[in-house]
T-cell receptor
């Protein structure tokens, strides 16, 4: 158990709709991350938060916003969904050695 | 730019045999490496890690080997079992925290 809970697990949106993916950790670690996973590609970092109150862009931040609500929660928002954002999204928390522990994923389809 | 590649998209092994999954990276400054296992429909699961000051690390039935000279690491799974069937990928420290490989699908044949 990685101690990371993501909701929802599945979501279908129409182009232009907005939604928020929720992530919560129960391990009280400082750093949290949002990744997307697409076929034939490795996981790519969207945004991360090194500690409560801070967020930074990753490799593919365009079209997304994040909020580090408190130490436990880190949400990812799509303001105007596009078909290119169809993907599986993973939230992760950091570990004591710098390793990452992932949630079970949120599968998003944008029509 | 930075890149991480795996040598084989699919690896099939007989149950009970040893499996070796490879990963190559480009950034010589990378100093931390992790192997993950991902089962279908699930999130990546941490298996084992290694830092650049080591060239070998062992866990339970798994061994990671790091060759910094040629920028290559491998994951060895001893006595492969059906429950080992999954996609395995490496993560290499880089600019955006980690660079992830695309994965090797391990199929265990009965």
């Amino acid at each position: 158990n990685a101690g990371v809970t993501q909701t929802p697990k599945f979501q279908v949106l129409k182009t232009g709709q907005s939604m928020t993916l929720q992530c919560a950790q129960d391990m009280n670690h400082n750093s949290m991350y949002w990744y997307r996973q697409d076929p034939g590609m490795g996981l790519r970092l969207i945004y991360y938060s090194a500690s409560e109150g801070t967020t930074d862009k990753g490799e593919v931040p365009n079209g997304y916003n994040v909020s580090r609500l408190n130490k436990r929660e880190f949400s990812l928002r799509l303001e105007s969904a596009a078909p290119s954002q169809t993907s599986v999204y993973f939230c992760a928390r950091g570990g004591p050695l710098g390793e990452l522990f992932f949630g079970e994923g949120s599968r998003l389809t944008v029509l | 730019g930075e890149s991480v590649g795996l040598h084989l998209p699919t690896l099939s092994v007989q149950e009970g045999d040893n499996s070796i999954i490879n990963c190559a990276y480009s950034n010589s400054a990378s100093d931390y490496f992790i192997w993950y296992k991902q089962e279908s429909g699930k999130g990546p699961q941490f298996i084992i890690d290694i830092r650049s000051n080591m060239d070998k690390r062992q866990g339970q039935r798994v061994t990671v080997l790091l060759n910094k000279t040629v920028k290559h690491l491998s994951l060895q799974i001893a006595a492969t079992q059906p429950g080992d069937s999954a996609v395995y990928f490496c993560a290499v420290s880089g600019t955006y925290k980690y660079i992830f490989g695309t994965g090797t699908r391990l199929k265990v044949l009965a």
